[in-house]
């Protein structure tokens, strides 16, 4: 008998409606199933294997864990939207939050979930939502088996021992879009190459340090550390920094990557990584380790430009400060915290100035604090009333030779010189850059012979002009285009 004095009334959600609306939060396929990696890396899961069947009417994507598993109050309380605080403090290695993730991530996905697990010494428990069921009883009815004996089939049995955890998703709507079969098989391979990539990428560090295997179909996933591109040509460390909030640690790390021209195709293929070099650049946010933000310069006021692309600037934060840099549900996106962006800001407004004169002299040495090295470049960049020219070096020590050598003549050199700066392709260069599909090489790229004949032929010259041989040997060991010689 409801009470007709009551000052408040009890509005509770369909169940229906909430689960459809659950299906919206933006998850892709990559995002959605590394949010359930979270979970199985906070049960202390040390391999997950992930296994998939494609057909018309009955595909499904199954995720094993070999974590510590739930007891049946635990397993009730994983299904139940909202099932955590996203105010509670939580524990150091604990990748959660809101206690949405398997639900938003699965149904953004699917229509059905059903997961299976079993703690160390007790039985296996298994609940299952599924959507068309709920729409006809019209209330929260969590099934307390699989829903058929084909369900049960594709949810099978756990293969780690005698504990862990199994994630089932089918009625696969969102993933089989078309009515044509060949053509959704082909799209869910393509799709889970990219889950491949993206969770290399997102759990790289776990998979580094032998904490974490991930198998998709017998195929282990590799890792990708978005820093650490090539082998020969390591990424330059900037100055670390460290700020703090709350009297916890934000650790800020920034990196040049080497320049194109320095890498291997395969080098190459690795730094476009999933969405391209360019979208690539930019700060890097790691939560617990886990990769937040691939990429990109949240919400600061800087724009993704070609030659800012070998700037990436780690930074990494506890999950007690989720709050503060407003981490989103699918942990995906974050913003920065006005009490440290004005010093962010200008730790990447630094890094980005390095990397540029990287990118534009062709991987030139960086010099660390302290050091005196100067490098001779070729080629020179002028800015004047905001438009930016490149040159001929008119400085460098190979060309005023020539000049002094021509003598009257030198008026020819000089307007060649002139020449070439004014019809430098730029346009297309950049263009070429900018597509994926181009590999940027240089005519003597792979002919070190020929540059070394060069660099003798040039020596023998200088020495020849009255430079006395040991400035001689100085100065080309300084030019940027004889540095790979070394």
Not at 146 to 173: A, P, Q, Y
Not at 299 to 317: M, T, W, Y
Not at 347 to 357: D, H, L, P, R
Not at 404 to 413: A, I
């Amino acid at each position: 008998m409801k009470n007709k004095e009551a000052k408040y009334d009890i509005i509770r959600p369909k169940a229906e409606y909430q689960f459809q609306s659950a299906r919206s939060y933006g998850y892709s396929i990559e995002t959605s199933i590394a949010d359930l990696i979270d979970n199985s890396i906070s049960a202390k899961a040390s391999k997950i294997h992930i296994s998939f069947g494609i057909d018309r009417y009955a595909s499904f994507v199954r995720i094993e864990d070999n974590g510590d598993g739930m007891n049946e109050q635990q397993l009730k309380d994983a299904m139940r939207l909202g099932s955590l605080d996203p105010l509670e403090e939580r524990l150091d290695d604990d990748l959660g939050r809101f206690g949405l993730g398997l639900k938003t991530a699965s149904f953004s996905q699917c229509r059905r979930l059903t997961v299976k697990t079993k703690k160390t010494k007790l039985k296996e428990f298994v609940r299952c939502w599924d959507l068309d069921f709920i729409a006809k009883k019209k209330d929260w009815a969590l099934l307390r088996d699989c829903i058929d004996d084909h369900s049960r089939k594709n949810l099978g049995e756990l293969t780690f021992g005698s504990k862990g955890t199994v994630i089932l998703w089918e009625k696969m709507d969102r993933l089989m879009e078309s009515d044509e079969h060949n053509l959704d098989k082909e799209n869910f391979y393509r799709k889970f190459e990219n889950v491949k990539k993206h969770l290399g990428l997102i759990f790289h560090r776990y998979i580094e340090k032998n904490d974490l295997e991930i198998v998709i179909f017998n195929d282990i996933v590799a890792p990708v550390n978005p820093f650490d591109i090539s082998s020969e040509y390591p990424s330059t460390e900037l100055q670390e920094e460290q700020l703090s909030i709350k009297g916890r640690n934000i650790v800020i790390q920034p990196y040049i990557l080497p320049h194109e021209s320095k890498m291997s195709k395969d080098e190459k293929d690795q730094v476009q990584m999933t969405k391209g070099w360019t979208e690539h650049q930019g700060i890097y946010l790691y939560r617990n380790h886990r990769l937040i933000s691939d990429g990109g310069w949240l919400d600061l006021n800087f724009r993704l430009k070609e030659n800012q692309r070998l700037c990436r600037i780690s930074i990494d934060l506890p999950n007690t400060l989720d709050k503060e840099w407003q981490i989103d549900i699918k942990k995906a996106s974050a913003k920065i915290p006005d009490l440290i962006r004005k010093r962010i800001k200008e730790i990447c407004f630094s890094a980005i100035e390095k990397a540029v004169k990287v990118y534009t002299h062709r991987g030139a040495y960086i010099r660390r604090p302290g050091e005196k090295r100067e490098t001779t470049f070729l080629w020179v960049a002028k800015q004047k009333q905001g438009l930016k020219t490149y040159t001929i070096n008119e400085k460098h020590p190979l060309y005023e030779l020539l000049i002094n050598y021509l003598g009257t003549q030198s008026l020819v050199l000089k307007d060649y010189a002139k020449l070439l700066a004014e019809t430098i392709p730029v346009n297309l260069i950049v263009n070429d850059f900018a597509d994926p599909t181009v590999i940027i090489g240089t005519p003597l790229q792979h002919k070190v012979s020929e540059l070394e004949e060069i660099y003798e032929t040039a020596l023998r010259v200088l020495i020849e002009s009255g430079v006395p041989e040991k400035n001689a040997i100085a100065q080309l060991n300084a030019m940027d285009v004889f540095q790979r010689l070394k």
